[in-house]
C-alpha cells in the first residue's frame, strides 16, 4: 500500500514487522524479491518521470555502501541487528513525525553521505530507500517525477542486491523463493489500495499514520533484541 501510495517506504513499514516472525537473514532477502516484483509488475509504468541526472549522482556512493552494509548482514549477530534496525525505524519515525511544512532543498553534495548510508541500509535491512527519497524529495519537486525516481531507485538498489545476496547465498534459503511467490497477491491488493489513495487522500495524513505505526514498530524490535 506504502509503495503505491507514495513510490517508496514499502521495506521501511514491513520489515520491522516480518522481523518478528522471521530471522533477518531470511526477511532481508525476501522482501528485496518482493520490491524487485513490485517494480517490474505494477512501477514499470513510472519509468518516463524519471529524473536520471539526480538519480545518477546517488548511484555510485550507494554502491559503496551496499559492500559494507553487505559485509555487516552477514557477519554481525542477529540480536544486535535488530536492535539497530529497531533505532532505525524509531529515528525515521521521529523525522516523519517533527517534519512540518515543504522538504528542505538539499545541495548536491548531500548525494555522498546520503548515498552511502542508503546503500549501506539496502544492503543491510533494505530501508535505505527512505534516505534515497529524502534526497529526491529535497531536488525534485514534481511529485510524479519524485515518485518515479524514488521508485527506480529501489529498482536499482534491488536489481544489485539480487547479485550480491545470489553471491553470498543469501538467496538459495530455503523456502525463499515460495515465500516471495505466496505474498505477491498481497503485494498486488496493496498497490491497488495505495494507487487509489494516491489518488483520493492527501498523502500526507496516511503517512503520518504509517510513522505512528513504525513507533510501535521499533519499539518491539528493541524489546526482543533485549530479550534475546
Request: proline share 4%.
Amino acid at each position: 500500500m506504502v509503495y503505491g501510495l507514495t513510490g517508496f517506504g514499502s521495506t521501511v513499514l514491513a520489515m520491522p514487522l516480518l522481523a518478528q516472525v522471521l530471522p533477518l537473514k531470511f526477511a532481508v532477502p525476501l522482501m528485496m524479491l518482493l520490491d524487485l516484483a513490485a517494480f517490474l509488475l505494477v512501477g514499470a509504468r513510472f519509468r518516463r518521470g524519471i529524473r536520471y541526472a539526480e538519480a545518477g549522482w546517488l548511484v555510485p556512493f550507494m554502491l559503496a555502501g551496499m559492500g559494507v552494509g553487505l559485509t555487516l548482514l552477514i557477519e554481525v549477530a542477529e540480536q544486535t541487528l535488530l536492535a539497530a534496525l529497531g533505532v532505525f525505524v524509531l529515528g525515521y519515525a521521529a523525522y516523519g513525525l517533527s517534519r512540518r511544512g515543504a522538504p528542505l532543498r538539499l545541495a548536491r553534495a548531500w548525494c555522498a553521505p546520503i548515498g552511502l548510508a542508503g546503500g549501506a541500509l539496502s544492503a543491510l535491512f533494505g530501508t535505505g530507500g527512505v534516505l534515497f527519497a529524502i534526497y529526491n524529495s529535497g531536488r525534485i519537486h514534481d511529485k510524479a517525477e519524485l515518485r518515479a525516481t524514488n521508485a527506480a531507485m529501489i529498482m536499482l538498489s534491488s536489481l544489485v542486491r539480487v547479485v550480491l545476496f545470489g553471491a553470498t547465498g543469501l538467496l538459495s534459503q530455503d523456502g525463499l523463493i515460495t515465500a516471495a511467490l505466496l505474498l505477491v497477491p498481497a503485494l498486488l491488493a496493496g498497490f491497488a489500495v495505495g494507487n487509489r489513495l494516491h489518488a483520493a487522500v492527501p498523502a500526507a495524513g496516511v503517512v503520518r499514520g504509517v510513522y505512528a505505526l513504525l513507533v510501535v514498530s521499533g519499539l518491539s524490535l528493541l524489546a526482543r533484541a533485549a530479550a534475546g
